[in-house]
């Protein structure tokens, strides 16, 4: 056990954390509206930064504006090309109150704010600028758990490197509010049948359109009352289920469909980051063996600093 591996259970911080994912994804609808598509929904996610999480550079009237969610100091802040900046303190209010802070931070940059709608990917959906319910924000709990997404970001980032053929970067999505890294066979998938709550099918079946393995990291919810790794494959092929990952402590969740290591399994091992590798690697193996990809034309040795590939 490693103290860059902190406990994060999910039950006490449980109102933050949705109060957090719904903050997220309306930071998140900004980036969707200014953004070019890019293919399975990618030109819309965060990505694990120094203090947090960050859109990166969205394209906007000022040339471009970055917002970061900086869980360490536990503020929002607006950065644009014109040289403005502003900032907002996360604390706690209401869905409905972030919204108006986040719609002033915006037009202060010289930004241009958007009609957020209403949450995707969450049950009984509310419109963000009428929730008034009053959300706790437990500052603690937030920053044990951007701590815990620093020590997977960066195995996730380890095990990208041992893969030549398509994947995505390793990346927030805001709607399910994991942290995700995908792997392609190259070949194109089934059509998808859709069915997630609150998201248009045609956006899930552009994100399934080809073979996929993918692993990522919630910090609970979603039918999980525990911080989780996971792992699946789409389409899911026969015998996945049956199926023994590494370590002992991963099974397959059926109504799931798909793998699930306990964080808490990876937190108390002797080795996190060997622990965690093993979950990546074992699930990725059997859905890339059991699907029959060309393993050989798509992977390569996990990568080293100032090591070039041999070719």
Known sequence: MTSSWPEI?????HETCSALHLYAQIVGKYRLAHTPWTNHSWHATFYVNTRGLTTSLVPDDPGGVEICFDLLDHVITGSATNGRRSQFALERMSVAGFHTR?????????????????????????????????????????TRYFQALVAVDRVFKRFHTSFIGKASPVHLFWGSFDLAATRFSG????????????????????????????AGFWPGGNGIDFPAFYSYAYPTPDGFNAGRPTPAAAYYDEKRGEFVLPYDAVRRS?????????????????????GGWDRAALECPVGTPRQPRHV
């Open 187 to 214: 070949r194109p998938a089934p059509r998808h049948p859709g069915g997630i709550p609150a998201l248009p099918d045609s956006i899930t079946r552009e994100a399934y359109s080809h073979e996929v393995s993918s």
């Open 102 to 142: 986040f719609v002033d931070l915006l037009r202060s940059l010289g930004a241009t704010p958007d009609d957020f709608g209403k949450p995707n990917e969450v049950p009984d959906p509310i419109q963000f600028a009428v929730d008034q319910a009053e959300r706790p924000y437990d500052k603690e709990a937030v």
């Open 270 to 290: 002797s080795d996190p980051e060997a622990t965690l590798m093993a979950f990546l690697e074992s699930t990725y193996q059997l859905a890339a063996d059991l």
């Open 9 to 13: 259970p999910y039950e006490p911080w």
